[in-house]
């Protein structure tokens, strides 16, 4: 099995994916290379692994990995980052690679080299399912942002700022030492802030719902974008204290393993108590990033219920504040219409449904504010 992906190079300069890493390179591929008259192969990966490969080494294979499967799809969706197809028309030309998943595996469909640009091919537009490039190629992905924002529509706009706030909240989850990267997350907010008191584009067009994997940053971002629009109708003043602790809430489950993120089971008493602890682990990843005090406590309290009977701390009534209340609301309804891989989503109008009626009969949610958040949504056609 080889280590690496292998190309071939077409005259114009394109490349395409012959031999996907860990699989086989097989006699009969090679066979039918030499009949086309291919002689140089071309791949990308680690150098040290294919100087090993090419001296006969026995490359180191994680065995889950090369086999396939859910175990190894886990793993490598982390090396991966979802993109928005409304970005990438027919004819765009891009310096990044393009995947999709088949079969549990991440498949090139677009192969561009390191300095190199390819166009966006009308079978790439129309492959099924979802579209990624890879994390190390989220630089090149960022100024391809930049230049697509020129004299975008209200829809591609939105599709920007969408992928802009899912990178910047990714950046920041992965390193929150970086006063770059908290800085990013401000940036996202403002455009977040901004698009919705211009009314620029329908709030309905800023948020994800991606099916299938359940990655936090698109339920940051649409928790971000639900609990700015709260905060914008009622005329809050900071309204970019709870967007960013929108952006930032769950950081606490980035020391989760993939295994409790992903599992479809129920979580015992023992999984679920780690589980609670991401509110406090959170808070405490997040002091001393320059933070507002609102914006910690947003974050501390998105899961609190005016009853008394949310986590962490159990708060109760005025104890709650103004964020948390708003933060608990737009979570919990965005945590249930998300699709995840260990729950199905549900239609918003069961949900408003079913808040609706924990409000009432247990007083989890503020009453008015969960009247408010149903007018919103109603405004965009969602229920």
């Not at 990995?65 to 928005?84: E, R």
Request: with cysteine.
């Amino acid at each position: 099995m080889v280590p690496f992906d292998v190309y071939t190079k077409s005259p114009t300069g394109n490349y395409s994916c012959v031999v996907q890493k860990w699989s086989k390179f097989e006699q009969t591929t090679k066979d039918a290379l030499k009949k086309q008259g291919i002689v140089l192969l071309y791949v990308e990966g680690d150098a040290a692994k294919v100087k090993q490969y090419l001296d006969n080494e026995k490359p180191e294979v994680v065995p889950a990995k090369a086999a396939g499967g859910s175990s190894a799809y886990s793993n490598d969706k982390s090396l991966y980052h979802h993109v928005s197809r409304v970005l990438l028309p027919a004819g765009t030309q891009v310096g990044f690679s393009i995947f999709a998943v088949d079969n549990m595996r991440f498949i090139p469909i677009l192969s561009v080299m390191d300095g190199k640009t390819a166009a966006i091919t009308e079978s790439v537009k129309s492959t099924p399912g979802y579209i990624y490039i890879k994390v190390s190629d989220l630089p090149l992905f960022r100024e391809f942002l930049t230049a697509s924002s020129k004299a975008a529509t209200p829809q591609v706009k939105a599709a920007t700022i969408k992928e802009s706030v899912k990178i910047s909240v990714r950046d920041f989850l992965s390193d929150t030492g970086s006063q770059k990267n908290t800085e990013g997350v401000v940036a996202s907010a403002t455009q977040i802030i901004g698009v919705l008191k211009r009314k620029e584009v329908a709030l309905n067009d800023l948020l994800m719902r991606a099916r299938g994997d359940w990655h936090i940053y698109n339920h940051s971002n649409n928790v971000a974008v639900l609990a700015t629009a709260m905060a914008v109708a009622m005329r809050l003043e900071k309204v970019d204290d709870i967007a960013i602790a929108a952006m930032v809430h769950d950081i606490g489950k980035t020391v989760f393993a993939p295994e409790l993120l992903n599992k479809k089971a129920r979580l015992t008493d023992q999984e679920f108590a780690l589980w609670k602890r991401h509110v406090v682990d959170g808070v405490k990843m997040l002091e001393g990033k320059g933070l507002s005090g609102d914006t910690l406590n947003a974050v501390r309290q998105h899961h609190e219920r005016l009853s008394g009977n949310g986590y962490p701390y159990g708060l109760k009534g005025m104890a709650v504040s103004t964020f948390g209340r708003i933060m608990s609301i737009v979570d919990c309804y965005d945590a249930l219409v998300t699709p995840k891989v260990f729950k199905p989503a549900m239609t918003s109008y069961t949900v408003l449904d079913l808040i609706t009626k924990e409000t009432k009969e247990k007083g989890y949610f503020d009453a008015d504010m969960v009247k408010l958040f149903i007018n919103i949504l109603k405004g965009q056609g969602k229920i």
